[in-house]
Every structure is written in C-alpha cells, then in structure tokens.
C-alpha cells in the first residue's frame, strides 16, 4: 500500500472522514485529500502529526521510503511491536522539532556523524560523533544540527499502547459480534474491533475514536465520540467497583491476560 492508501485505511478504520482527521491532526482538508490521493509528499511533521491522531507508528505509515523536510530526511530502518529506528540525515543548521510522542515513549539518539543539540524542549544535549543520548519523548523535542549530521534515532513505546487483542475484520456485524462476544462471556473484559465496515450494534458496544469495542458487565452509549480517559471517567465508576475499574483499565490499555486474572481472582473473592 501506498502512504496515502495505508492513511485512508487507518482514517476509516477510526471512523473519521476527511475533515475531522485534518482539523486533529491541523492540516488543510484539501492538502490531507492530495496526500491520500499520492498527489503531493507530505513533510516530516505532517505525517508525524497524521499519525498521532490516528494512533499507529509513525513507521506504519511510511514504510521503508524516505521522507523529507527542510533540510531534514528519515528513512526507517525497523520496526517491531515496541520500537522502531531510523536514520535521520540534517544539514548544517536545520532544525527539526518532533510534536510529543504516545505517552511513556523513549528516544535513545546515536551521533554517526557530525554535531547536534537534541533532547526534549526543557533539556537538551549538545552530542559529537559517537555520542549517545536517551530522553523521554512524550515532551516535545528537538534535532538540530551545528554542522551535517546523521543520527540513529529509536523510539520504544510503551507497551500501554497496543491492544494485544485487537481484531480485524472487514465487516463488523452480527456474525462478527457473536464469535467476540463468546470471548467476553469466557472472561475477556474488553475487545477492540478494527473494522472496515461497521454495520452492527449491540447493547454492549461502544464506538468512539479508538475505535469499536466491545464490553463486558456494562451498557452505556455515547452520544459524541470520547477518549478512553474521558469514557473511564465518564461511566465507568458508575457502572463498576473500584476492583472492577481495575480490571476495566487493565483491559483498556491491553494488559488483557492481566484483567483476566484479576478477574478472577475478584470472582473467587466474592464467592467466599
């Protein structure tokens, strides 16, 4: 897939049309339509930005191709589940400040060649050839170069980042629902569904940027679209004992195996 391609499939993936990616992610709808339709190369910060909001790497998007800025280029060299590295090549006094990465990211930056001032806004590094830096990159950073450089920057997630038990399907309907919800009913607290298509409601589920999901021992609807701290917020100690809170945010932030047990443990407690 191309980069616009693999843009519009994590777009409708999300729910989001056009104008709703454009205004989070702060670019012109009619530049986001070009850039899904191949018609012009987004920058560095575009994608970074694009990527935030729909919630995936920034290596998911662009693949093994280089991407450019103003006197800045990265192309990714791997990529895995929990980091990803690439080769970011500056000239002479370009400067590169990256938006806040998910929250608990880590950058660790390796000097190949050349110097540069790097770190997050509030503490930065001046680094020579051969030098070595790690920061929190939650914050927003900043690359500069004193003189042409090229750096290996790798950027572990947390591993809060990934549901480890998403499930994707082209169609999220009724038969789709079913086979899931036997998961819930065996003791899985919460799925997400990524669909392509979603075309079914359930008592149980709850759609919102993140995505589809489906719960468990809750039915709530929401009228507006809402984060998952704000849904916590929201309904969630209303509808559970601070034990099942708990195990409900384990689940969110994909510690499913966690949920479970304590799940069952919670189950065991209060058969007693």
Not at 38 to 58: D, Q, R, S
Request: hydrophobic share 40%.
């Amino acid at each position: 897939m191309t980069l616009g391609e693999k843009i519009k499939f994590f777009r409708e993936n999300k729910g989001l049309n056009l104008s709703e990616l454009a205004s989070r992610a702060g670019v012109a709808k009619s530049t986001l339509f070009k850039i899904e339709e191949n018609k012009t190369n987004p920058t560095i910060n575009t994608i970074w930005a694009i990527a935030e909001v729909l919630g995936v790497p920034f290596g998911e998007l662009v693949g093994e191709g280089e991407i450019k800025g103003e006197g800045v280029s990265v192309v990714l060299i791997e990529k895995t589940d929990e980091f990803e590295s690439y080769k970011m090549n500056l000239k002479t006094s370009a400067e590169y400040i990256a938006k806040p990465h998910f929250a608990g990211a880590v950058e660790r930056i390796y000097v190949l060649k050349g110097d540069v001032k790097v770190g997050s806004v509030d503490d930065i590094h001046t680094l020579h050839s051969g030098e070595t830096v790690e920061f929190e990159a939650d914050k927003t950073h900043i690359y500069s170069a004193l003189t042409p450089s090229t750096l290996i920057v790798t950027i572990y997630y947390p591993k809060e980042k990934y549901f480890k038990e998403d499930v994707f399907v082209d169609v999220f309907d009724e038969e789709v629902y079913e086979r899931l919800n036997n998961l819930i009913k065996k003791g899985v607290g919460i799925i997400r569904v990524i669909a392509k298509h979603d075309k079914f409601d359930a008592e149980n589920v709850v759609k919102n940027e993140h995505g589809i999901f489906i719960y468990g021992d809750i039915n709530v609807k929401f009228d507006e679209a809402v984060s998952i701290r704000e849904f916590e917020r929201r309904e969630i100690l209303k509808n559970f004992s601070e034990e099942n809170v708990y195990a409900a945010y384990l689940a969110l932030i994909g510690e499913v195996e966690r949920a479970k047990e304590f799940s069952e443990k919670l189950k065991v407690k209060n058969e007693k």
